[in-house]
């Protein structure tokens, strides 16, 4: 089974790992979460998520992190070897969820179910009137007073 380790900036990591185990409690031995704080050394950070990685003594780990070129993924870029963990940027619930859904596929397949989630978990909505809005009866005399 795959691990998945989140690194981002405090309190990101540890937040999306809290709505993950709401959703699924049994995964917390496989999804890690690392905060990064305000001024803390890269090279802290980075002994930090190696000691993570060994903890959850997986085959393979997906590392996802929250903004890509800022410090969680310059370090997690260090993390990463390609082969054994793979990285992923712009983490966000939808792609954790699905990411831990799929934790028994091969790495290759984490990668891309993870993506598929958080770029599907992105959509428009829609406000239509019969839901969200007072309907005006027709003989309204002031036609004018949507414009506020």
Known sequence: MNGILVIA???LASALRQC?????PDAGGH??????????PPAETLA???QLVALQGATHTLVLTDVFGATPCNVATKLIDGVHT???????????LRAVSYRHESLDALVSR???GGTQGVMPVSVTAQQNQIRRS???Q???DHQQ
Not at 31 to 40: C, F, K, R, T, Y
Not at 87 to 95: D, E, F, K, R, S
């Open 9 to 11: 900036h405090a309190p």
């Open 20 to 24: 993950v185990l709401h959703v699924f």
């Open 31 to 40: 999804v890690g979460a690392l905060d990064v704080p305000p001024n803390q």
């Open 48 to 50: 930090q998520a190696q």
């Open 86 to 96: 793979r990285l992923l940027t712009g983490v966000n619930l939808p792609m954790l």
């Open 114 to 116: 993870a993506m598929l």
């Open 138 to 140: 027709t003989h309204d």
């Open 142 to 144: 002031n036609h004018r």
